[in-house]
Antibody
């Protein structure tokens, strides 16, 4: 079964750092780009950035450039999303998703990040 | 403010048909494929339509997608109570060099 399994919920304080993960299985991890999508409470979807796990080529959406870092370790089929200094406004659900052609066909279960000030 | 505009809500009775619109511009829907996603309450979104009008395996043919100019439409026939969800359109915006989603539409089955 093709799936993306994300790390568990996090509760952090403003200013702390965080790295969440997304492990792919059931397919060749380096064949598909992996993106991260933010969903703030009761809000819509925002694509943050996307990475090619094969060569770590990474593209960021303009709103998220410089705010987060996306990386991947192809040896363990895992992608990461990290923050160096969290803000309360980073409180959201974060999904990793696999890009297939012109759509995102596999979604992780989501990682809830809560940041208190 | 989303680059792609969707109605906040739509509703219809069980068994009826509903359409959800997604309005964009020449830099996104006008020149790129559109995909649609369904997010059931408390769950992750799932892909319903890709390449504007194709369905992934496992998605019933009650769901369809189309595009005309700078607008795309998701159609759902034979509405069921289990279809109640939020629906999002998405596409690449060539001017922004970024993937964009619509603001989402909440479907209520009366």
């Amino acid at each position: 079964e093709v799936q993306l399994v994300q790390s568990g919920a996090e509760v952090k304080k403003s200013g702390e750092s965080l790295k969440i993960s997304c492990k792919g299985s059931g397919y060749t991890f380096t064949t598909y780009w992996i993106a991260w999508v933010r969903q703030m409470p009761v809000k819509g979807l925002e694509l943050m950035g996307i990475i090619n796990p094969g060569d770590s080529d990474t593209r960021y959406s303009p709103s998220f450039q410089g705010q987060v870092t996306i990386s991947a370790d192809k040896s363990i089929s895992t992608a990461y999303l990290q923050w160096s200094s969290l803000k309360a406004s980073d409180t959201a659900m974060y999904y990793c998703v696999r890009r297939e052609s012109n759509g995102f066909d596999v979604w992780g279960q989501g990682t809830m990040v809560t940041v208190s000030s | 403010q989303s680059v792609l505009t969707q109605p906040p809500s739509v509703s219809a009775a069980p068994g009826q048909k509903v359409t959800i619109s997604c309005s964009g511009s020449s830099s996104n829907i006008g020149k790129n494929y559109v995909s649609w996603y369904q997010q059931l309450p408390g769950t992750a979104p799932r892909l319903l339509i890709y390449d504007t009008n194709k369905r992934p395996s496992g998605i019933p043919d009650r769901f369809s997608g189309s595009k005309s100019g700078t607008s795309a439409t998701l159609g759902i026939t034979g509405l069921q109570s289990g279809d109640e969800a939020d629906f999002y359109c998405g596409t690449w915006d060539s001017s922004l060099s970024a993937w964009v989603f619509g603001g989402g539409t909440k479907l209520t089955v009366l």
